[in-house]
């Protein structure tokens, strides 16, 4: 009867790890991106002066939108005025 005892809490503990692992699994695997893709796909835009697509992270940010480099944004927003 002892024993019983000892393996209903030991089962008991496993359950309750079980089931702790799995949320956790789901937790992690909902907000987080596949392993498989390591670089989510990136936003491009096009340097407004020369036409130029580049990832939204490097680009320039005008006035008027996004530039490959601070001189195109000079040259374009300069020429606008
Ligand atoms: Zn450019």
Redesign the pocket.
């Known amino acids: 009867m002892k024993y019983l005892l000892v393996l209903a809490v030991v089962l008991f503990a496993f359950y309750i790890w079980r089931n702790n692992r799995q949320t956790d699994r789901s937790d992690a695997a909902a907000p987080k991106a596949p392993p498989g893709k390591p670089n989510p796909p990136a936003i491009m835009v096009a ?6 697509h580049l990832p939204d992270t490097d680009s320039v940010r005008g006035r008027q939108g996004a ?3 601070i ?2 944004q000079r040259q ?1 927003e300069g020429a606008a005025h």
């Open positions: 340097c407004l002066e020369c036409g130029t530039y490959c480099s001189e195109h374009h």
